[in-house]
């Protein structure tokens, strides 16, 4: 069983930056996919960024797309830098692997065959 635990939320103005950061532990299969979801008050969670651990290809949603960016390490930790932030990026951020691909469905990002959520981290970008 995998364990994530995200680490790197606040609170920051309009045009600011943050980092966030999940470390993974307890594997028990393969990780082939390393990815960020969101989930902003009274809205469904959606993907923002995700990256295949083999090769490093990333994939991003189209409302992120220029501003964030992911990275990850050895499959163990994977990173969101988070820059030129709007109020509409107040959400709580989720980390979450896969032993599948990083693919996209419809403009937001998914794992497929999806083990492990993070606790998620709160974001609030004030204007």
């Known amino acids: 069983q995998v364990q994530l635990a995200e680490s790197g939320g606040g609170s920051v103005q309009a045009g600011g930056s943050l980092k966030l950061s999940c470390s993974a532990s307890?594997?028990?299969?393969?990780?082939?996919?390393m990815g960020w979801f969101r989930q902003a008050p009274g809205k469904e969670r959606v993907g923002v960024a995700a990256?295949?651990?083999?090769?490093?290809?990333t994939v991003y949603a189209d409302s992120v797309k220029g501003r964030f960016t992911v990275s990850q390490d050895n499959a163990k930790n994977t990173y969101l830098q988070l820059n030129r932030l709007k109020p509409e990026d107040t959400a709580t951020y989720y980390c979450?692997?896969?032993?599948?691909?990083?693919?996209?469905?419809?403009?937001?990002?998914?794992?497929?065959?999806?083990?492990?959520w993070g606790q998620g981290t709160l974001v609030t970008v004030s204007s």
């Open positions: 990256i295949a651990t083999a090769d490093g290809s």
């Open positions: 979450a692997v896969g032993s599948g691909r990083c693919t996209m469905v419809g403009d937001t990002v998914w794992i497929n065959a999806l083990h492990a």
């Open positions: 307890g594997y028990g299969y393969e990780i082939n996919c």
